[in-house]
């Protein structure tokens, strides 16, 4: 049942863009075509009574355009090792917190395939849209308009935090393209 749910949204995202990094940040840019973008760790930054939906799993996006399937990547992220963000990612602010994230090895080879292919037909590698689809769940009543969500990046050997969105309401997050309605979180 799950590998066909995956199927079925990842047919549905084909098409979708995501928030993603566009452009360069105060802490650096990212060059989705040379840098290790299978390594990143992804840190979702959530309030207090919001919280990840694993259940709906959490995607990441890799699309280089006029690229074939293989280079139109949705990838189910993997739980990361908090250890993993020692150094990369400032402590959450009050309220706040950390839920980290990270591909496995299969995914990020299918991204540095996707790498090779574009580098071989040379896109330029502002065209490449990488991005984060969150499906999010929380404990109680979340007001969606005064919520804010922020999600970022790191690269190993990168001083900073890389946003995929900062201070993004949650109404705006749910309708993202391949969103899915707030879930009540389990345990």
Do not use: W
Not at 46 to 74: I, K, M, S, W, Y
Not at 108 to 125: C, F, L, S
């Amino acid at each position: 049942m799950r590998v066909l749910l995956a199927a079925a949204l990842t047919l549905a995202l084909s098409a979708c863009s995501t928030m993603g990094l566009n452009a360069p940040t105060a802490s650096g840019s990212l060059d989705p075509l040379h840098d290790d973008v299978g390594s990143l760790l992804i840190a979702f930054d959530l309030p207090r009574g919001l919280g990840p939906n694993n259940a709906a799993g959490q995607l990441f996006t890799f699309d280089v355009p006029q690229g074939g399937p293989t280079e139109h990547l949705r990838l189910l992220l993997i739980p990361a090792d908090a250890d993993l963000a020692a150094g990369h990612l400032p402590p959450p602010a009050d309220g706040r917190a950390y839920y980290l994230y990270t591909l496995d090895g299969a995914a990020r080879a299918q991204i540095q395939a996707a790498q090779a292919t574009a580098n071989a037909r040379a896109v330029p590698g502002k065209s490449v849209q990488i991005g984060v689809v969150p499906h999010l769940c929380s404990s109680g009543p979340v007001d969606q308009y005064a919520t804010t969500v922020s999600i970022f990046a790191t690269l190993p050997g990168r001083t900073g935090p890389l946003p995929f969105m900062n201070h993004e309401t949650l109404a705006n997050v749910l309708q993202m393209p391949g969103s899915t309605q707030l879930a009540i979180c389990n345990g």
